[in-house]
């Protein structure tokens, strides 16, 4: 039995920023990460797309508003402090047609709400940014949006943990918990206090300790298709105006931080947890859960599951996402766009009760436990304003705990 005064669950950037606020908080306490894979960052926190966003998208009564706003400045402090590289490039919001530009105008209002710089330009000093770029009269510009490689980012937070004195424990899967024993398939831990960032997995150990009653995760599959044009053929990030009642941003253009570009990502609804690619760690009870609560959103759901669903599954098409690409930019040939890069899976919360798509973040935890059920996009921006979200959490409830 392994003792410890605070086990945190899953290796993403969340849970090693979570993490490392409570060994700054309880500096004389244990805090020990565990993680069924070999390395962090197997996941989500590995395969996004290393934007960080500016935090013009959500609602001012958003928690993803203030988080995002501030986790850009912070990590991108940090980036630059730990000489990770790191491109700041911003972002072009554009318009297809007359009826988008009140999209630009309601990210505009929200910028406003959410104290964030963006800019209102004509079409034409839009092209001054990005020469190639198509858009309806006016587009928007983020000069904060940058990007980098996701998983530079958090093997440096990772290390910067381990010195801080945080326990990694890797190979280690979480199987069920037991009063204050966590049982895995190596060690047991007697945990004071456990923090589940299990992301993909996160509803199904919340459910262990009585919470998640009314959530559960439903995994969307996000691709991405890169160009082999030279470095250098786009100076910037390209969006569409967004679907406004559902968390996806549409298929964009991405210049990482090596300045290479991609396209994508999609939302491709996935059939088991981890269904990255073909059969791969396909479980059949997951498989059989994951496709009951789709067909059950396809007949009854509040935010158009059917055909979100029909119209991310015609992006396994290159052509197709190619043509929706082309709209954005011009010179867009499909010749150029032949590899895939690895997909990744959304971790994204449902609510069962209202069939709905979460589209802010959702905790829920008490004196024993702190369950992260929702922390999907823009949540590697927002890891570290996030982490002392959570952390006060925490501190709430072990400062009122009742023994």
Not at 4 to 28: H, M, N, P, Q, W
Not at 126 to 135: G, M, Q, S
Not at 354 to 375: C, P, Q, T, Y
Request: aromatic share 10%; with cysteine.
């Amino acid at each position: 039995m392994y003792k410890t005064d605070f086990l945190v669950i899953g290796g993403g950037i969340i849970g090693i920023s979570i993490a490392r606020e409570l060994k700054k908080r309880y500096c004389d306490s244990t805090v020990t990460l565990i993680d069924k894979e070999s390395k962090c960052a197997t996941h989500a926190s590995g395969r996004n797309s290393g934007v960080l966003h500016a935090g013009f998208y959500y609602t001012a009564d958003s928690l993803k508003a203030a988080f995002t706003r501030d986790g850009n400045r912070e990590l991108t402090a940090y980036c630059e402090k730990k000489k990770i590289p790191i491109n700041r490039c911003g972002k072009l919001v554009v318009a297809k047609n007359e009826q988008e530009l009140l999209g630009l105008d309601e990210l505009l209002k929200r910028a406003k709400l959410n104290n964030v710089s963006l800019e209102d330009i004509s079409a034409e000093e839009a092209r001054l940014i990005e020469p190639r770029v198509i858009t309806h009269q006016r587009a928007l510009f983020s000069p904060t949006t940058s990007s980098v490689n996701p998983l530079q980012v958090v093997q440096r937070l990772e290390s910067d943990a381990r010195d801080e004195g945080i326990n990694f424990h890797y190979n280690v899967c979480y199987l069920s918990q037991k009063g204050n024993d966590i049982l895995s398939n190596n060690d047991d831990y007697q945990a004071g206090y456990v923090v589940n960032a299990a992301g993909l997995y996160a509803d199904k150990v919340a459910r262990d300790f009585g919470f998640s009653q009314q959530y559960r995760i439903l995994p969307f599959k996000g691709l991405y298709l890169y160009s082999d044009e030279p470095v250098g053929k786009f100076k910037t990030n390209i969006y569409p105006v967004p679907d406004m009642q559902n968390p996806f941003l549409g298929v964009h253009f991405t210049l990482g931080s090596d300045k290479q570009v991609k396209i994508g990502p999609t939302a491709i609804p996935a059939f088991w947890r981890e269904h990255y690619s073909g059969l791969t760690n396909f479980q059949l009870s997951e498989f059989v859960e994951i496709i009951g609560r789709e067909l059950g959103l396809l007949a009854f759901s509040k935010f158009g599951f059917r055909k979100l669903a029909l119209d991310e599954m015609r992006k396994y098409s290159r052509q197709y996402m190619v043509t929706l690409a082309s709209e954005l930019a011009t010179n867009i040939k499909i010749e150029n766009f032949k590899k895939w890069g690895r997909p990744g899976i959304r971790a994204q919360l449902v609510d069962i009760h209202h069939r709905k798509l979460e589209m802010d973040f959702v905790i829920e935890g008490d004196n024993k436990s702190m369950h992260i059920l929702n922390a999907v996009s823009p949540a590697f921006t927002c890891s570290f304003p996030f982490a002392r979200y959570v952390c006060d959490q925490i501190q709430y409830k072990l400062d009122g705990r009742q023994d």
